[in-house]
């Protein structure tokens, strides 16, 4: 059965911090973000928000994009690693929110992959006799970014994007996905306090074990091979060739990351999304937000071919290839 993503929605939160705030508060530089990352500025929540909060708006705005009420969800998904609290899951707190009682819903954790985790999982619920599943990709990482490291800090920006996955009745729908994950390199890209192995305590604390900790330039070079991976093998498995995608829509994680992947496979950066300028890296938002403001702005038709690839902690990658 064909899947389409029938509505989608996102939210951003309201205050901005540009690079040039941020060389107030660490050793950087306005010129090394941009050249490095390719990021100019980033949305943070305000200190009263939390992930339930941006989802839920988000997911409203994509109900409103389906014509679909509350009453009509079939199951609830959101992908992030920044949840309300560790549980119960942020979906259970956006579904008694958003009003779709007694439906399934559930956290997934896959990083910057999980909104494209969370679209499998709906594409096969859907095959088994579910509909109109909300699938949500949000994240704060501002609340684990440590402001005093300026190897992280001036990446992370805040955010939510929703899709509504349902039985397509047309063309349209998702025609392949590759998903694969590599558990050996975790401590790359972690946080590990907080958790059952190293619970929160004064020390863990003290220790600023409960924010995020990233070897860049390792994470760099898997991202790179792992991107273009993903997208060869999605494009494969539907035995289309690269030169026919209209779209390319990549995690937004470093614009180098992205040229590096859109290179690969050939396709012209017109033909690539960008936004990390202005939301820098939204973890598992990112996707969603970007295929948002792609179809806000018309730069996708009925009938056009999209491929989304990401990349996250785990670490995770893959990729879906869809028809708009
Ligand atoms: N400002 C100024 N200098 C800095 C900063 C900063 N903010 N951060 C690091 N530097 C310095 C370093 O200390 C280093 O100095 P040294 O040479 O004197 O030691 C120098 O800049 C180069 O540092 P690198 O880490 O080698 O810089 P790199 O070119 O690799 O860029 C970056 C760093 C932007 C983090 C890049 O490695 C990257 O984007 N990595 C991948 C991130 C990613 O894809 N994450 C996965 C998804 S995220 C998720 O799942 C939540």
Redesign the pocket.
């Known amino acids: 059965m064909r899947v389409s993503i029938a509505g989608i929605g996102s939210y951003v939160p309201e205050k901005i911090l540009t690079n040039f705030d941020?060389e107030k508060i660490?050793?950087?530089?306005d010129e090394?973000?941009t050249t490095?990352?390719g990021i100019k500025e980033r949305h943070i929540a305000a200190d009263n928000q939390a992930t339930s909060d941006l989802s839920l708006i988000a997911a409203q705005r994509a109900l409103k994009s389906a014509c679909l009420k509350p009453k009509d969800i079939g199951a609830i998904i959101v992908a992030t690693?920044t949840p309300d609290m560790l549980f119960p899951s942020t979906a259970c707190l956006v579904q008694t929110r958003i009003g779709a009682p007694r439906v399934i819903a559930f956290d997934v954790s896959a990083?910057?992959?999980g909104f494209l985790y969370g679209l499998a999982i709906a594409e096969s619920f859907v095959n088994n006799g579910y509909d109109n599943i909300l699938v949500i990709g949000a994240?704060i990482?501002s609340k684990i970014t440590d402001y005093t490291d300026?190897?992280?800090?001036?990446?992370?920006g805040d955010g939510a994007g929703a899709a509504l996955i349902k039985k397509s009745d047309g063309e349209d729908g998702i025609l392949s996905s590759y998903f694969t994950a590599d558990g050996s390199s975790w401590n790359l890209?972690w946080q590990p306090g907080g958790g059952s192995r190293i619970p929160a305590t004064h020390e863990s604390v003290e220790k600023r074990l409960h924010y995020?900790k990233?070897?860049?330039?390792?994470?760099?070079k898997?991202?790179v091979r792992a991107m273009s991976e993903a997208a060869v093998k999605t494009l494969e498995k539907a035995k289309i060739p690269a030169s026919e995608v209209a779209l390319l829509i990549p995690?937004q994680?470093?614009i180098?990351?992205i040229e590096a992947s859109a290179k690969r496979l050939n396709i012209p950066m017109e033909k690539v999304l960008v936004n990390i300028d202005r939301h820098g890296?939204t973890?598992?938002a990112s996707i969603p937000i970007a295929l948002d403001q792609a179809i806000q702005e018309g730069r996708v038709h009925k009938g056009d071919l999209i491929l989304m690839i990401a990349?996250?902690?785990?670490?995770?990658w893959g990729g879906v290839l869809f028809r708009y």
């Open positions: 941020l660490v050793e950087t530089s090394w973000i490095r990352s690693a990083g910057c992959t994240d990482l300026r190897t992280t800090c001036v990446l992370f890209l995020v990233m070897q860049g330039n390792e994470v760099f898997v991202a995690h994680a470093n180098r990351i890296n973890s598992a990349f996250g902690a785990g670490f995770t």
